[in-house]
């Protein structure tokens, strides 16, 4: 019977970044959407930015930001007594910060893929912006949504350079599957990390599925 703790390490990490993920993503694309400044253009940017970086940089990046040594870590050690670096909670901040981006591009997307007439006669019938929100345009957007967990979920369960630069390879603590494989293939154990290699891969053809099923539901709606 294999070892499932770092299964369960990775389904917990997952779970808890793709939740944080799923609320800051349609509160920020509630936020930038429909705005038309240049600083709107520059704020993707930066969400965006850890699509473009290699992991590992991205994961440099987080542990100066969270060092005990810093401003931000001092305040999260002192203050809210909750240690980031090789932490479960420093796992949790990597996969949100390079699951995000998809979020917000997958929720964006659906936002503005609503007719601007639909909205604009809610408004003229004395609808407010939060009604015309929560009651028109989330439940407009929920495939678009859901594409955007799934995805975010999925990216989160594989994350590899962030994680190991932050949380670290600690047993039983943030030895996540990505992180259990590389390490299992380091010791010579190659039978094992097949075990969970097959695992991931099982998972994301399930992923891929499930957004080709949100997708052929979608057209068949349209058509």
Known sequence: MPDLTSFWISIR????????????????????YHRKKRWVKIVESFILLPIVLPPTVMGFILLIIFSPRGIIGQFFNNIL?????????????????????????HTIQ??????KRMLDTARTMGASESKIFYRIVLPLSKRYILSGI????????????ATLMVAGYIPNKTNTLPLEIYFLVVEGKENQAWLWVLVLVAFSIVVIMTINLMNYDKFRERD
Not at 17 to 24: F, K
Not at 82 to 102: E, H, K, M, Q, Y
Not at 110 to 115: A, E, K, P, V
Request: glycine share 8%.
């Open 110 to 115: 659906g936002f503005n893929s609503i007719d």
């Open 81 to 105: 007594h909750l240690p980031v670096v090789f932490t479960l909670t420093g796992a949790v901040i990597a996969s949100v910060i390079v699951s995000f981006p998809l979020m917000y591009q």
């Open 150 to 161: 799934v995805m975010s979920f999925a990216r989160a369960i594989g994350e590899f350079g």
């Open 13 to 32: 990490v997952a779970t808890m970044s793709t939740i944080i993920v799923m609320i800051l993503g349609i509160l920020v694309s509630k936020w930038l």
